[in-house]
């Protein structure tokens, strides 16, 4: 199985875009995007030197931009990508490309949300002075024990010897004097206390705009850095999205739930390097292609023939799917079992994992056509369970 994944802000660096701007097929297509953003994204990728494109603003719609434009060139008729790509993930604001790659939201949606975020976020980063620390090696518990003692948030779990710590300056140097044993710290050159609490101005802006963008159901199973967890309804896409802001990002349960799908190759889309490394210390046995330049995508082809299969959405019939949104032993509800249709937001049972118990409603409603899994059935992230019809007033 393929999984493509997009990065966040950080993966960027000066000059990326040059050789992708040598194709005019991609210029063209980032002007367009640059007219959407408000912003020139060609000067961005190309000129502009390192403290230019670490503006919180500039880096997030140039990251969007370039993460969207080069899965284009990487699949020119979009539809192909369909019948390879057997999930998608974005770490932070890379969920954004992933959700418009997964055909949830347009390319224009994505880049209005992204613009909108960057500012806000930028905006709620000057309240109050915050910043980030990346926490590298040390005991797991250690660290995630003293980052707490100090009144910090774990915003990034990248999962083992990889959690990076945000809040305020004063707490941060509190971490430095007195950190987990064994283990070393960097901090990192951002703005603010991305998702933690210092940005829940953020999330009202967003939100705010966030109910004006229709969306559709991905057409590619959605891995959500909230939890992990397969997404398969476009509002809870969008609704995480915007939540996220505020929300820490787990990564490592991203991880997780790759593995539990059977994941065999993992390719990222530019400015690539920072997710492959991840997955090359944590899934051994996965093979990672980080794609960088364009002189690479005869390359990415054959390593997503190689990897792919089929999504299991690659259809837009007139039924509906509900499906797992992890691994786990599906219990089905009873009252569920006994209707012939389901209300909007109703209940069909219950995902038992290791950890927890995961509620599985029908966010849709719809008439029953067929169930497909049984009351006790372990099922894996995104496998359908139910089949529904659409019907008037549902």
């Not at 979009?78 to 604001?93: C, E, I, L």
């Not at 159901?217 to 967890?229: A, E, T």
Request: hydrophobic share 45%; charged share 20%; with cysteine.
């Amino acid at each position: 199985m393929l999984v493509i994944v997009a990065p966040g802000q950080g993966a960027q660096t000066p000059g990326f875009l040059a050789p992708w701007l040598e194709d005019q097929t991609f210029a063209s297509r980032l002007r367009w995007l640059s007219t959407v953003a408000g912003i020139d994204l060609a000067h961005y990728g190309t000129e502009a030197d390192a403290d230019e494109i670490r503006d919180t603003q500039i880096a997030q719609p140039l990251l969007v931009a370039t993460g969207l434009l080069a899965a284009l060139e990487l699949f020119p008729h979009p539809a192909d990508a369909f019948n390879k790509v057997g999930a998608v993930a974005g770490h932070s604001v890379g969920e954004i490309t992933a959700a418009a790659g997964a055909r949830t939201i347009t390319a224009e949606q994505a880049m209005v949300l992204v613009r909108e975020r960057g500012r806000a976020m930028a905006a709620a980063s000057e309240a109050t002075p915050t910043g980030m620390t990346a926490v590298l090696g040390g005991d797991r518990d250690e660290v995630l024990a003293s980052i707490d003692k100090h009144g910090l948030t774990a915003a990034n779990d990248n999962g083992p010897g990889q959690v990076v710590a945000a809040g305020t300056l004063e707490q941060l140097a509190a971490l430095a004097e007195d950190g987990p044993a064994k283990a070393r710290l960097m901090p990192l050159k951002v703005a603010g206390a991305f998702h933690t609490e210092h940005m829940a101005p953020a999330v009202g802006h967003v939100a705010d705009l966030a109910r004006s963008v229709s969306v559709h159901d991905p057409r590619i199973p959605l891995i959500s850095n909230r939890d992990g967890q397969v997404v398969h309804d476009g509002s809870q896409v969008l609704q995480r999205i915007v939540g996220q802001i505020a929300h820490p990002v787990r990564w490592d349960l991203c991880m997780d739930a790759m593995l539990d799908l059977g994941v065999t190759g993992i390719l990222e889309m530019p400015p690539a390097g920072t997710l492959t490394g991840i997955a090359k210390r944590a899934m051994k046995g996965v093979e990672t292609f980080a794609l960088k330049t364009p002189d690479q995508l005869d390359d990415a082809r054959a390593f997503c023939a190689k990897h792919g299969e089929s999504s299991v959405f690659n259809a837009s019939p007139t039924w509906r799917m509900v499906v797992s949104p992890t691994k786990g032993t599906f219990h089905r509800d009873a009252d569920a079992a006994a209707v012939e249709v389901l209300s909007k937001g109703a209940g069909i049972g219950t995902v038992e994992t290791l950890r927890d118990s995961i509620a599985v409603t029908a966010g849709h409603g719809g008439e029953v056509l067929e169930w497909l899994v049984e009351d006790g059935d372990l099922v894996s992230p995104g496998q359908p369970l139910i089949r529904l019809h659409p019907v008037g007033g549902v």
